[in-house]
C-alpha cells in the first residue's frame, strides 16, 4: 500500500530508509523513525484492535506513553512480545506485529457482540451477570471471559534476550527532555552539577518539537537540538533517550528502564535488549510534562477521534495526516495550533470550539489563515464503526446544558482537546500529596517529600516563558545547593504566542432520545454511565468507583482517563474535584517487561552456584550433584546403571566396612581468636568450654535465645586463643551474624575476633575402619595411632609435602577423620587419598550415604534440628551444662520445656523389615481413629539401614523415651501409606560409640 | 530502596545491609536470677513503633558491622546512625 497520508516536506523520519515491516499478516512501509501508529497511520489505517470489555474498533489516540488503545503484540526473533504500545515501539526491517484482544480478526471480530450484549456487561458485570448456576463459573463463565479478555499473549519460551541492570549515582535526575528538562540540566550541568537526563522518547525535546515557539532567535526544536549536542559532550552529563523513569522510592532512588534494542532489527552481540537503571540522585527536578485531556461525547472512542496534540505530532515529527477532513474539537486554544498545522500543510480543518467568545493570537492567526471556526459547538457523537466518517455536532447553550441545531457534518478524524493535565505520578510516588488548582482544573504537587521538585508543565505551568525562567533558576538553584559553584548561564528570550483561557466544559450531553457511549476510560471501556450505576449503587469513595468500574485500572493507568473520571464524580455528588480526591499512583508510570526488572538474575544465574575445589573431580567420577544451599554436592556416584538408592547404598556399606572419603568443604569454617576465645564460647555454647585442651575438638550445641537449636558443630582448639568452629553447611552465615551480635552488642568486653574460613579450607571425611591404615600411610612422619590422635583430637601433618590439619572427629559413626587443606590444594589432596586408599578399597561417597550413615547412628542434622526442637527433643540434653549460664539458658526451664511427656528423638523400624516410611509421616497410636488422628509426632529422615538391611527412621514424638518398644503406625496421607513399626532406640547401630573411639 | 549511613564505611544502599530488630532491647546479665516474666519480655515482646524507633542494622556486604539506626518507620526519614559501641541519645 502506498503512503497516501505521508506529508512530503515535513518531519523527522528519515526518508532515506525505507522500512518494511508486517501487521496482522500484511507487509507496509515506513521510515526509519517512524513508530508503529505513524507508520499505519501513513498507510492510512486506523484499525488496529479491539476493546478490552465490548470489543469495539480501536484506533490510534495518542502518540506516545498515554496511548490506551493501540496495543500490540510484537513479534520478533520468534518471540512474543505483549503490550507494546504502537506509539513507542520504533520500526524496524522486518518487525511482525499484531492486533490482539479480537478473533477471528481485527476487521471480522466474534467478540463484538458484547457491543450489542452492553446490558450484560454494566460496572461490576464480573459481581453481577454470572453468578446463576455458581457451577457455570469455572466451566464456562470464566474460561470464555477469559479467552475474551486480556492484551495479549506472553511467551512460554525461554527469553533469550540479555537484559541487565545498572547501578548509578548522581546529583541531579531530571525525567523528561522538554523545555524545561532541557533548561535545568543545562543550567545545572554548567554549574558543574553531575546531570541524568532521561527521556522517554527517541527524540529530546518534548513539546518543543510541536510547538511554533522562538528560545534565543531559534525555533524551539533547533535550541533543543543545541542544548541536547552540548549536554551530550559534557563528561559529567549522562543523556539518554528511549529511557522511561518509572518508579519513584524511598531516599531518592529512581528507578528507569532503557530500552536499547527494542528499536533494532536483531540485538548485536552483547547488546542488551533493555537496561534497568537504579539511579540514587541527591536531588531530582520532575519535568515529566502533561498530557491532554480528552472532552467526552457520543461514540468517542471511535476510531479517528484523537487528541488533537497527537494529530499535530503525527504531522510535525512524523510527517504524517491523521485525517484529510479533521475536525478540531477543543475547549482551548491547544486546538488552534492542530488547525493551524493542517492548514500549512494543505488540508482544511473545521475548529469547534466549546467557548463563546474567546480572543487570542492564535485565534486571530487561525481565522486570518481562514480557517473555519464555529464558537459554542460541540461534537455530539461520532458516526462511523471501524472509522469515524462524519459527527453530529451542535450549537450548546450558554449554561452549557442544552443543545441545539444539530446537523451532521462529514469528517474522517476528530481532534479532541480538553486542555492538559499534569503528570504527577513521579512526585505523588515520591509522597508528596497533591492539591487542585482551579485554574487549569487539575491536580499539581503540594509540597516536595523527598528532595524533589516538580517544574514546567507537570506543575501545571503551561506558558513556555515561565516554563524557561522557572527550570534555568531551578537548576542553578539546585546544583548551586550540592556543588557550591556560581556559574550562572544566561537564560535565553522566549517568543510565543499568548493563549486565552480553557473552558472547563468536558462533558456534552445526550440529546433527548439518545444513548451514546460516552467513553471516560477508553483501554477499559468504562463509560460514563457505568460511573453513574456505580454511584447509584451506593459507591462514594474514589478508590471503591475505581476497582468497581475499572476505571483507570487498565495498563495506561488511566492516564486520559483518570481527571474526567472525577470530574464525574464530583458533578455527579455535587462536590468540587478536590473533595472527591484522586487515586493513589504507583509504581511502575508505564509498563515495565519483567525481563528488564529479573535482569541478568535468570536460570543459574538467580543464585550464585559455589562449588568446593574439588568439583571438577566429582564431574569426572560420575557424581551426581544435589542443591545444598547454594553449594552443588555430590548425592552419589553412579556406577554402571545403578540407582540413587543402590549407588548410596553401596557407599554407605564402604564405609562400614572398608573406608570411604566424602567432601565435606561445605561446612560452614569461623575462625574464633582472642584472649576471651574460651569464655565466648562457653556462653555461645550449651556445653563447658573452659577446660578444652590445645589440640582437642569438642562437639558443641547453640541455642538461640528462646532455647530452640540454632546449630550444631565441632569447634577445636589450635592454640591457646585460637579456635577452629563448624557449623552446618546451612546455618553457617547465620551462625557468624549471631556470633557477632554477642561481641559487638552484648559482650563488647570480649576481646575475641570472628571470621569465616569455609572458602580457605577443602575438606575430606575419611570413615571406616580402614581409615587409620590409610592415614598412616598418607602421615607417614607423623603419629596418628588411637594413642597419638585419639578421638576428638587434633593435629597438623604434612600431605606430600602440603601442610594439612587432622581432625579426629566422626559424623558417621565410624573411626574416622577430617583432613583439611589449603583450598588450593583440595583436589591435590581428594586425588592422592583416593590414590593411597585404592589398597583400602576406598570409595567417595555422597550426602546420600552420608545420610543414611548418621540416621542409622541416631546423629541429629537439619531435619531433627529443624527450629522447633530443644536439646532434650533431639537427645542433647547431656551436653546442656546445669552450671553455666549461656545464650538461650534460661528460656529451658519454661514450663513448656520441661514437661515430662515433651517430644523426643527415637528410631522407627517398619514390622515388616522392608516397606520404607516416607518422610514427614505421622507417627499415631490408631490408624483408624476418628480425624483429625492425634499424632505423636513426624518422622524426620529414613533410610535404608546398610548395617542391618532393613529400613530406619529417625522420629520425633511425644514421650519418646517410654515409647520405646511400643508398637505403633506410621501414616503418610500424602503417600497414602499406613505402616505397622516399632518404636526403637535412635541410636540403632553401635550405640555404645564403640567404633569411634576404636 | 532506603540509604543508610554505614558509621564505618559510609553512606550505602539497603540491600548491603541486614535488617536486626529493636535495637533498645537489653540481654539480661549473664547468671542473673530473674522472672519468667523478665525473660519473656526480652525474648519475645517487642514495641513497634509508628515514627521514631532506634533499630539494629548489620552491614552484612559489608564491613559486618552491626549498627544503629534511628529511623523513622511511617518516612523512613534515617535521622542518625550509630556504631555499635556508640551511646544513643
Redesign the interface.
Known amino acids: 500500500m502506498s503512503q497516501d497520508f505521508r506529508l512530503d516536506n515535513i518531519g523527522m523520519v528519515n526518508r532515506n530508509k525505507k522500512i518494511s515491516f508486517t501487521f496482522n499478516g500484511k507487509k507496509y512501509f515506513g521510515y526509519e523513525g517512524d513508530t508503529i501508529a505513524s507508520a499505519l497511520i501513513a498507510n492510512g489505517v486506523h484499525l488496529v484492535g479491539r476493546s478490552f470489555k465490548y470489543h469495539r474498533p480501536r484506533g490510534f489516540f495518542g502518540v506516545g506513553v498515554d496511548e490506551p488503545y493501540a496495543i500490540l503484540q510484537l513479534e520478533r526473533n520468534n518471540e512474543r512480545d505483549p503490550n507494546i504500545r504502537a506509539t513507542e515501539q520504533e520500526i524496524f526491517e522486518g518487525l511482525e506485529v499484531k492486533s490482539v484482544n479480537c478473533w477471528p480478526s481485527v476487521n471480522f471480530d466474534i467478540g463484538a457482540i458484547n457491543n450489542f450484549l452492553k446490558m450484560f456487561f454494566p460496572a461490576g458485570f464480573y459481581y453481577k451477570t454470572f453468578m446463576w448456576p455458581p457451577s457455570f463459573w469455572y466451566k464456562i463463565y470464566e474460561p470464555f471471559i477469559r479467552m475474551a479478555a486480556g492484551f495479549g499473549e506472553a511467551s512460554i519460551k525461554h527469553d533469550k534476550e540479555r537484559y541487565e541492570h545498572k547501578?548509578e549515582y548522581c546529583d541531579l535526575l531530571i525525567t523528561g527532555s522538554g523545555p524545561s528538562g532541557l533548561a535545568s540540566a543545562y543550567a545545572a550541568a554548567k554549574n558543574g552539577a553531575r546531570v541524568i537526563l532521561a527521556e522517554d522518547k527517541p527524540r529530546y525535546g518534548g513539546s518543543l518539537l510541536t510547538s511554533d515557539v522562538n528560545i534565543g532567535n531559534q525555533t524551539g526544536a533547533e535550541w533543543s537540538e543545541k542544548i541536547i549536542t552540548e549536554l551530550k559532550s559534557m563528561s559529567n552529563v549522562i543523556v539518554k533517550n528511549r529511557s522511561q523513569v518509572f518508579g519513584y522510592?524511598?531516599?531518592?532512588?529512581l528507578v528507569m528502564s532503557e530500552r536499547i534494542s527494542d528499536h533494532l532489527p536483531k540485538t548485536q552481540k552483547y547488546m542488551p535488549k533493555q537496561r534497568l537503571w537504579?539511579i540514587?540522585a541527591k536531588e531530582v527536578l520532575i519535568s515529566s510534562g502533561s498530557i491532554e485531556r480528552p472532552l467526552v461525547f457520543g461514540n468517542n472512542d471511535t476510531p479517528g477521534v484523537m487528541l488533537s496534540s497527537a494529530a499535530k505530532e503525527y504531522m510535525k515529527v512524523y510527517g504524517v495526516l491523521v485525517g484529510k477532513k479533521p475536525l478540531i474539537f477543543t475547549n482551548n486554544d491547544s486546538g488552534y495550533e492542530t488547525a493551524i498545522e493542517f492548514k500549512k500543510n494543505g488540508v482544511n480543518p473545521l475548529i469547534l470550539d466549546t467557548r463563546k467568545e474567546p480572543f487570542s493570537d492564535i485565534i486571530t492567526e487561525a481565522k486570518n489563515l481562514g480557517i473555519e471556526i464555529k464558537f459554542s459547538h460541540v461534537v455530539v457523537a461520532a458516526k462511523g464503526y471501524k472509522k469515524v466518517k462524519s459527527a453530529d455536532i451542535a450549537k450548546i447553550s450558554d449554561n452549557k446544558k442544552d443543545l441545539s441545531n444539530i446537523e451532521n457534518i462529514e469528517c474522517d478524524c476528530i481532534c479532541v482537546s480538553g486542555f492538559w493535565t499534569p503528570s504527577i505520578h513521579l512526585a505523588s510516588q515520591s509522597?508528596n500529596k497533591s492539591e487542585f488548582n482551579e485554574k487549569i482544573d487539575a491536580f499539581i504537587p503540594k509540597k516536595s517529600k523527598q528532595k524533589e521538585n516538580t517544574i514546567g508543565s507537570a506543575n501545571g505551568k503551561f506558558t513556555l516563558e515561565e516554563t524557561i525562567n522557572e527550570a534555568f533558576d531551578k537548576g542553578y538553584e539546585v546544583s548551586n545547593k550540592i556543588t557550591e559553584n556560581n556559574n550562572k548561564v544566561s537564560i535565553p528570550t522566549v517568543v510565543e504566542k499568548k493563549s486565552s483561557e480553557h473552558d472547563k466544559f468536558w462533558c456534552v450531553p445526550l440529546p433527548k432520545g439518545k444513548s451514546y457511549k460516552r467513553f471516560l476510560d477508553f483501554q477499559n471501556d468504562v463509560a460514563v454511565t457505568d460511573i453513574e450505576l456505580a454511584l447509584r449503587e451506593g459507591f462514594r469513595s474514589i478508590e471503591h468507583v475505581k476497582r468497581y468500574t475499572t476505571l483507570g485500572m487498565a495498563t495506561d493507568q488511566g492516564k486520559t482517563s483518570n481527571l474526567n473520571g472525577l470530574q464525574l464524580v464530583s458533578d455527579i455528588e455535587n462536590k468540587v474535584v478536590p473533595q472527591v480526591g484522586h487515586t493513589t499512583f504507583r509504581p511502575p508510570y508505564t509498563p515495565v517487561s519483567i525481563g528488564v526488572i529479573v535482569g541478568r538474575e535468570v536460570g543459574k544465574h538467580s543464585k550464585p552456584t559455589r562449588k568446593s575445589p574439588m568439583h571438577e573431580w566429582h564431574e569426572k567420577n560420575n557424581a551426581v550433584f544435589v542443591d545444598a544451599g547454594v553449594w552443588l554436592r555430590p548425592r552419589y556416584y553412579k556406577q554402571g546403571n545403578e540407582t540413587l538408592f543402590e549407588a548410596s547404598k553401596r557407599e554407605a556399606k564402604n564405609v562400614r566396612k572398608n573406608v570411604g572419603i566424602c567432601d565435606v568443604t561445605t561446612l560452614g569454617k569461623i575462625d574464633v581468636k582472642g584472649p576471651d576465645a574460651a569464655e565466648f564460647l562457653n556462653?555461645v555454647y550449651t556445653n563447658a568450654w573452659l577446660k578444652l585442651p590445645v589440640g582437642k575438638a569438642r562437639y558443641g550445641v547453640m541455642l538461640r535465645?528462646?532455647g530452640i537449636v540454632m546449630d550444631d558443630g565441632t569447634t577445636t582448639r589450635i592454640s591457646e586463643n585460637h579456635y577452629h568452629m563448624t557449623t552446618t553447611t546451612a546455618q553457617a552465615a547465620n551462625v557468624l551474624?549471631h556470633l557477632?551480635?554477642y561481641l559487638?552488642?552484648?559482650w563488647?568486653e570480649l576481646n575475641v575476633n570472628v571470621v569465616s574460613t569455609t572458602e580457605q579450607w577443602a575438606g575430606a571425611a575419611i570413615a571406616g575402619p580402614n581409615s587409620r591404615a590409610l592415614l598412616m600411610k598418607l602421615f607417614p612422619n607423623s603419629d596418628v595411632s588411637n594413642e597419638g590422635l585419639p578421638f576428638m583430637g587434633y593435629k597438623e601433618g604434612d600431605l606430600f609435602g602440603t601442610p594439612a590439619k587432622i581432625y579426629r572427629i566422626s559424623f558417621s559413626g565410624e573411626l574416622a577423620y577430617e583432613v583439611n587443606v589449603e583450598s588450593d590444594y583440595g583436589n591435590f589432596m581428594w586425588e592422592k587419598i583416593i590414590e593411597v586408599g585404592k589398597e583400602f578399597q576406598i570409595q567417595p561417597y555422597g550426602t546420600e550415604a552420608l545420610s543414611t550413615l548418621r540416621i542409622e547412628m541416631g546423629h541429629v542434622a537439619g531435619s531433627e534440628l529443624d527450629g522447633r526442637t530443644i536439646p532434650h527433643d533431639a537427645s542433647l540434653e547431656g551436653l546442656v551444662s546445669k552450671k553455666?549460664?549461656f545464650i538461650g539458658k534460661?528460656?529451658l526451664s519454661?514450663s513448656a520445656f520441661t514437661k515430662p511427656d515433651r517430644e523426643k528423638i527415637v528410631g522407627v523400624v517398619p514390622l515388616d523389615k522392608t516397606t520404607s516410611i516416607p518422610e514427614g509421616s505421622y507417627i499415631v497410636k490408631d490408624p483408624k481413629a476418628k480425624l483429625p488422628n492425634p499424632k505423636l509426632g513426624h518422622v524426620s529422615a529414613s533410610c535404608w539401614s546398610v548395617e542391618y538391611d532393613n529400613p530406619f527412621s529417625l522420629a520425633i514424638i511425644k514421650d519418646g523415651k517410654n515409647m520405646i518398644g511400643q508398637k505403633l503406625f506410621a501414616m503418610s496421607p500424602l503417600k497414602n501409606k499406613t505402616i505397622p513399626v516399632e518404636i526403637v532406640s535412635s541410636h540403632y547401630v553401635d550405640p555404645e560409640g564403640k567404633r569411634v573411639r576404636a | 530502596m532506603l540509604y543508610i549511613f554505614c558509621p564505618h564505611c559510609g553512606s550505602r544502599s539497603q540491600n548491603e545491609f541486614a535488617y536486626g530488630g529493636d535495637a533498645t532491647v537489653k540481654r539480661p546479665e549473664l547468671n542473673k536470677e530473674i522472672s519468667d516474666q523478665e525473660w519473656n519480655n526480652f525474648v519475645y515482646l517487642r514495641k513497634s513503633p509508628r515514627g521514631k524507633h532506634l533499630e539494629l542494622w548489620h552491614h552484612i556486604s559489608g564491613c559486618r558491622q552491626w549498627i544503629k539506626v534511628e529511623r523513622d518507620t511511617s518516612t523512613h526519614e534515617i535521622f542518625k546512625t550509630y556504631r555499635a559501641d556508640e551511646l544513643t541519645e
Open positions: 547501578y522510592y524511598d531516599h531518592n532512588m537504579y540514587r509522597g556462653r535465645e528462646d551474624s557477632e551480635y559487638q552488642l552484648v563488647p553455666k549460664d534460661r528460656s519454661r
